[in-house]
């Protein structure tokens, strides 16, 4: 798999091919992942280049009929970290965060194409002290995307500092754009008290426009999955920003999503630069499965219906 920085300047013919594909397969809504390293090049320099492709992107998104969430901070490849920033105590590595997050709301906040600024994908507060550096968490087919905002709580309830950090992004964010839409996409966790994240759904709803949560149920166990989308029902819309059928199968998923479509206000799955047509022509088990999976999402019809 490809992040979007490594190819959206050298094969820009297949972002386009691809932003026609989910907007043919009925999304509304895009979900783009920008990586610290590819537009920050020290803790206080934004990349111009970066800022300048990314404009482009928003184009892109306004000419095919579809809007942009921006989900930002991403250090996928934990060797593409870079060492500055892996190596800046916690207020310091905010502040770059920041610099960050304003370079982007200055280039992007007059296009009609951007639906939200998304913070960070899978924040989390760590319960005890961490390594110095050791801001990933695990990794998933070679890709870290859980990322602690903080090394050390240091006896501070870890609700407050997730408030704290997403209040000081989102000042950053509003001084470029002060209409935008800010969520974070959050852990499925259905325990506000001991949970992983110590991303409390109550707390975020009092700092973001709207909710995100990521949920992968599991075969059979609707109950859990239910759980996590009560937890995450506190007044604020509530948009399922992933889903896909890893581990439960295609058709008990669709089925899943049918009878809780109402539960959010929106519902975003993956897109993997195959279109259906040619998942159907494939001979691998994962191509199969995805073919079966978009055929069945599109026929749900998710991305005719209004966002929050």
Request: net charge negative; aromatic share 4%.
């Given at each position: 798999m490809r992040l979007l920085e490594e190819y959206w300047e050298t094969d820009w013919a297949t972002v386009v091919e691809d932003f026609a594909e989910m907007k043919r397969l009925g999304a509304?809504?895009?979900r783009i992942h920008l990586q610290?390293?590819?537009?920050?090049?020290?803790?206080?320099?934004?990349?111009?280049?970066a800022l300048r492709q990314l404009r482009r992107l928003l184009r892109l998104a306004e000419r095919t009929g579809l809007r942009v969430d921006l989900t930002g901070l991403g250090c996928y490849r934990r060797a593409q970290s870079p060492r500055w920033y892996d190596r800046l105590n916690e207020s310091d590595r905010w502040h770059a965060q920041a610099v960050f997050w304003r370079a982007v709301a200055r280039v992007t906040a007059d296009s009609p194409a951007l639906f939200c600024y998304n913070l960070m994908n899978e924040p989390f507060v760590p319960g005890t002290a961490r390594t110095a550096g050791d801001w990933l968490a695990g990794e998933l087919g070679g890709f870290s995307y859980v990322q602690a905002i903080t090394l050390d709580p240091a006896g501070r309830p870890r609700p407050e500092i997730a408030r704290a950090w997403v209040r000081h992004l989102s000042r950053a964010i509003r001084q470029e754009d002060p209409a935008a839409l800010i969520t974070v996409g959050l852990l499925p966790e259905t325990r506000p008290t001991g949970s992983f994240s110590g991303f409390d759904p109550a707390v975020m709803a009092e700092e973001l426009d709207f909710l995100s949560v990521h949920l992968y149920p599991k075969p059979g166990q609707w109950q859990e999955a239910r759980a996590v989308l009560r937890a995450c029902t506190t007044g604020k819309?509530?948009?399922?920003?992933e889903i896909f059928p890893l581990p439960m199968s295609p058709a008990e998923l669709a089925t899943f999503v049918q009878e809780h479509r109402d539960w959010a206000a929106g519902w975003i799955t993956f897109y993997w630069g195959q279109s259906a047509e040619e998942l159907a022509r494939g001979t691998t088990f994962q191509e199969q499965w995805t073919h079966d999976w978009l055929v069945r999402w599109q026929l749900l019809g998710l991305g005719h219906r209004p966002g929050p």
């Open positions: 509304n809504v895009v610290v390293a590819a537009f920050l090049e020290d803790p206080v320099t934004p990349r111009a280049r819309p509530l948009v399922v920003e």
